[in-house]
């Protein structure tokens, strides 16, 4: 059974509360000004290292100046409740009163605090244990059958490893003398039924989260000063004190900058893939494409963030630094977001190769950073996480702004890209844009080959219906019957490509014709 240290149990919760009530057990155990232990008559048994529950009440009432006896039970209940002594013939926690009932301590190793991260494998030796030895004395309860069935299918793979323990604590023990034995077997029964009580008890362990809540460290006044002075220094020292009429003033350059890129305000170039079904804007604004478009070579040029955002824009920066010989910074950025982006199992792995690559000294890719980042860094390389270069990356991203980003931008590598990127068209949806190509078939057709038939008339006459449309542009000045005329056309054109519309359009062109005789006379 492994054992909390000191140094661990001050970081358990409620460390606070065990140290005060092990002060108090402690006291209880002085040889002289402690509670009465000695050997106690129960019929015709002897009951070794026992006291009495009024032993202790008596006890608590003269050492920590308890008045009422009542409280003096109840204190002493509590300290059972959590397994510092217990009953010795039902070794568990019962009730004390101001009686002739036998308790016994529990020793220090088996105290709460001690073994708070005792698990399935302690617990299934001490039951087997029991079941290896005399069934009348020793037997499980029927909770306990439970627990160990169920203990047996979660450790089946080292299930020979629980076995051989307890055979071997049970070799230990038969060399004890008889006395040592029952004490043993108690103070191990009491410890197990506070760490695994039974399902109708609850148990001391459970912590209630309302409780927690209200739980705060006590600060001292001057230290609680002292951080409210820190606080409220750094706060005034990081406030930004920017003009609202500047704010505005960025605000609308942002918004005139990157106007042309939102498709809610501007034309989305080449066409808008959810309203057409053209693809094409898909394909160009890929992560990596050979040959950009000229909206997206010049959103490199706003500010260096949006650079090294793009990976098209990264692998043109990449190209003019090796041509530039100043690759180092670029490799290191890249390699920090590897870092952000790969498994926990490779943190420690790449943490290692970039500081060896890049921050140790006489490094192959050295980059340029003070003494106090570099030494955040190291103290930190025993146990690293994703965050461990983030000083050093914002450190050469302002390097990269001064530096080899105005270089990129006025240079001829990015004026040939510019020079060269392609600039699609916009292509313009049509009134009906929703509505898909064959989407008004003929009733009666019913084959693929009368589909295919549809198509090739609505082609042939979807130019007979333009030519017409634009005769009745160029003649707007003729008389009502000539418009007359040109209507009855269009008309044969459209019954030409559904015929089912043809007694409707002839007694709308009979009507038509009517009206027109009509105004003449």
Avoid at 39 to 49: D, M, S, V
Avoid at 152 to 181: C, G, N, P, S, Y
Avoid at 475 to 500: D, F, R
Wanted: proline share 5%; charged share 25%; hydrophobic share 35%.
């Amino acid at each position: 059974m492994e054992v909390t240290t000191y140094s661990q149990r001050k970081s358990l919760p409620r460390s606070l509360q065990f140290q005060r009530m092990e002060r108090i057990v402690k006291a209880m155990q002085h040889p002289t000004a402690g509670v009465p232990v000695r050997e106690q008559k129960l019929f015709l048994t002897t009951i070794p290292n026992a006291f009495t529950g009024n032993d202790v009440s008596e006890w608590i009432m003269q050492k920590l100046n308890i008045k009422d006896s009542i409280e003096a039970c109840h204190l002493a209940s509590l300290l059972c409740y959590y397994g510092y002594f217990f009953h010795v013939t039902t070794n568990g926690a019962v009730q004390i009163k101001d009686d002739n009932e036998l308790f016994r301590f529990q020793a220090p190793y088996f105290w709460v605090s001690t073994n708070w991260t005792t698990g399935n494998v302690e617990y299934a030796i001490y039951l087997l244990k029991r079941t290896l030895r005399n069934r009348q004395r020793h037997g499980l309860e029927e909770y306990e059958i439970h627990a160990l069935n169920d203990l047996k299918m979660k450790l089946i793979h080292q299930w020979d490893f629980v076995t051989m323990q307890a055979e071997a604590q049970l070799r230990v023990l038969k060399d004890r003398k008889k006395t040592d034995k029952t004490i043993i077997d108690s103070q191990e029964r009491a410890f197990w039924h506070v760490m695994r009580p039974s399902p109708d008890e609850a148990s001391i362990l459970e912590m209630d989260i309302r409780n927690d809540l209200y739980t705060y460290r006590p600060m001292k006044r001057e230290e609680l000063v002292r951080r409210r002075l820190e606080y409220l220094r750094q706060t005034l020292s990081n406030r930004v004190r920017t003009k609202s009429s500047q704010t505005h003033q960025s605000l609308c350059a942002f918004f005139e900058l990157f106007s042309d890129y939102d498709p809610f305000l501007g034309h989305c170039s080449p066409s808008n893939p959810w309203l057409t079904s053209d693809t094409e804007r898909w394909t160009l604004m890929q992560p990596l494409v050979d040959n950009p478009t000229q909206l997206r070579v010049r959103r490199w040029s706003f500010n260096c963030k949006e650079l090294i955002s793009d990976p098209t824009g990264v692998c043109e920066f990449m190209k003019f630094c090796k041509a530039d010989f100043s690759t180092e910074s670029l490799n290191f950025y890249l390699h920090v977001q590897e870092i952000r982006n790969c498994p926990l199992s490779q943190i420690k792995q790449k943490a290692d190769s970039v500081y060896q690559e890049h921050l140790a000294p006489n490094a192959p890719q050295e980059v340029n950073i003070n003494d106090t980042i570099r030494t955040k860094i190291i103290k930190q390389l025993d146990n690293p996480n994703r965050d461990i270069f983030i000083e050093a990356e914002k450190h050469i991203i302002e390097l990269m702004k001064k530096n080899s980003y105005p270089r990129f931008i006025h240079s001829e590598h990015y004026r040939n890209l510019l020079q060269n990127a392609t600039n699609p068209l916009p292509k313009k949806p049509g009134i009906f844009h929703f509505v898909k190509d064959n989407y008004f078939r003929l009733s009666s057709s019913s084959s693929d080959d009368e589909y295919d038939s549809d198509d090739d008339e609505i082609r042939k006459n979807d130019n007979t219906i333009t030519n017409v449309s634009n005769n009745n542009i160029h003649n707007k000045s003729q008389p009502l019957a000539g418009t007359l005329v040109n209507t009855a056309a269009i008309a044969t054109a459209v019954v030409a490509v559904n015929p089912g519309l043809r007694q409707s359009l002839d007694s709308d062109s009979k009507l038509a014709s009517t009206n027109h005789q009509t105004d003449i006379k």
